[in-house]
């Protein structure tokens, strides 16, 4: 069981990097899949920051978690709440 919980996150954080990529890279995949559920393609760059907002969220109460018992390993948490933190500040910077 542990070596198909395993493969499956990997499957899906390499699904979901791809995914992103596409998205970064502006390619027409996604725009098509937007505009094909009738997404507004003005929306995409909202769900991006609501996404990496989520994902800030997320890191802040992993870490809120690990100092609450006493735990001080939090450097991986700090490092993961850094990218998703610049990559919000980013995308608002770039978008506006």
């Not at 699904?15 to 393609?41: F, S």
């Amino acid at each position: 069981m542990f070596a198909a919980y395993v493969t499956v996150t990997i499957l899906g954080a390499l699904i979901n990097g791809a995914a992103a990529t596409l998205y970064l890279i502006g390619h027409e995949y996604p725009k098509a899949q937007a505009d094909m559920k009738g997404v507004p393609r003005k929306f995409v760059p909202l769900l991006g920051t609501l996404a990496a907002s989520g994902l800030v969220l997320y890191f802040v109460g992993a870490i809120i978690a690990h100092l609450r018992v006493g735990s001080r390993d939090i450097v991986g948490g700090i490092v993961f709440l850094t990218v998703a933190a610049a990559a919000l500040v980013l995308g608002l910077v770039h978008h506006g």
